[in-house]
Every structure is written in C-alpha cells, then in structure tokens.
Antibody
C-alpha cells in the first residue's frame, strides 16, 4: 500500500524556519517525481515545489522561490522541504504528493498533510 | 502564480448530470493535459481524472473529463449525495514552470 507521511509542521514566528519531511513507503520512491502542495485555512490548493527522481530538475512557485528548498534522499525514501524566512501567508497544511508517471503532471497519492502556522 | 478559473459553486439534485468548468490559457491547459481532484473537508485531495479524460482505478465511470482548447470540464452523471465535495482542476504551466490549480468548486447535492 502506497503511503506518504508528512511531519515537521508546527508553530513558528515570522522570519523563522521549519523543515518538513515526507516518508514514503509501499512503492519504489526513487522512481517517482515528487511535489509539495499547500492549502491555507479555508482556501484552495497551491502548488509549492517539484523535484525529479534524481533531483536534477527542481521548480518552485514564485511565492516561495528563494526561501524554500526542496530535496530528497532516495536511500531513506524521504522528501524534504526546508522553509526559511517564513511569512504569515505561508500558514497552511502542506501535502507531499507523488507524480503518477513521467508522462503526466497528475498527483496520484497524497500524504495526510502537516500544518504549518506562522504567527507571532 | 496564476490560477485556473473555476466557478466557486455548483449544484444538482440526485441523479442529475452536472458539469464544472475550468478555464486556462495557452501556456497551461492549451499545451498540457488537465487533471481533476476531489477533496472532502479535512482530508487530502484525491486524483479523480488525469490526462484530460483518464480515470484512475477505482474511480466510478460517472466521472468524466474533457478538454477543448484552453478549457476543460468535469462531468458527473447520476449525481449522488456522496459526490458533495470540492473539486479542483490543475495543469502544468510552461511559462511558470510549475503546476497551477483552479480555485476550486464546491459541489452541493440538493
């Protein structure tokens, strides 16, 4: 069974940092591209970042570029999101999601999400 | 980051057919495939339609997707009470080099 389990969320002050983790199981993690997607309270989905299977291709939304860093460790079946200089508008549930295949941008499995709250 | 445009709400009665539209541009829907997600409050999104009109295993054939030019539609036939949920469209954007989502449509089954 495919599982994605996020962790690392919490309450942080503006300007602070957090590192989110996503542990994958039930599939060959190194064979899949991955994404982070977030959802602010009561709002819609917002794509955050993408990383290819071998980490050679990485993309970020303009809203997080220069502040967030996506990475992965295929040996540990894990995806990460290092978030620096956090702003109140970064408050959201953060989901990691698997890209279904190399021929689509669709996300076929999602974690349960981890809540990040940026507030003083 | 630009968003795809969806109506904020839609509704229908049980058994009815409803459609939800999604409008984009040449850099996203116009040049890439569209995906649709279903999300119940407090839970993670679920992939409903991928590559414009393909259903993942386990998704009922009451759900169908289509694309024409820079727009896409999700159709739900034989509407059921359990279809009451939020629906999001998404596509890759070649200009932004990222995915863009629609704002979401809340479907109410009357």
């Amino acid at each position: 069974e495919v599982q994605l389990v996020e962790s690392g969320g919490g309450l942080v002050q503006p300007g602070g940092s957090l590192r989110l983790s996503c542990e994958a199981s039930g599939f060959i993690f190194k064979n899949y591209n991955m994404n982070w997607v977030r959802q602010a309270p009561g709002k819609g989905l917002e794509w955050v970042s993408y990383i290819s299977r071998t980490s050679d291709t990485i993309y970020y939304a303009d809203s997080v570029k220069g502040r967030f860093t996506i990475s992965r460790d295929n040996a540990k079946n894990s995806l990460y999101l290092q978030m620096n200089n956090l702003r109140t508008e970064d408050t959201a549930v953060y989901y990691c999601a698997r890209v279904r295949s190399s021929t689509t941008s669709s996300l076929d499995f999602w974690g349960q999400g981890t809540l990040v709250t940026v507030s003083s | 980051q630009s968003m795809l445009t969806q109506p904020p709400s839609a509704s229908g009665t049980p058994g009815q057919r409803v459609t939800i539209s999604c409008s984009g541009s040449s850099s996203n829907i116009g040049s890439n495939t569209v995906n649709w997600y279903q999300q119940f409050p407090g839970t993670a999104p679920k992939l409903l339609i991928f590559n414009n009109n393909q259903r993942p295993s386990g998704v009922p054939d009451r759900f169908s997707g289509s694309k024409s030019g820079t727009s896409s539609s999700l159709a739900i036939s034989g509407l059921q009470s359990e279809d009451e949920s939020y629906y999001y469209c998404a596509a890759w954007d070649d200009t932004l080099n990222g995915s863009v989502f629609g704002g979401g449509t809340k479907l109410t089954v009357l």
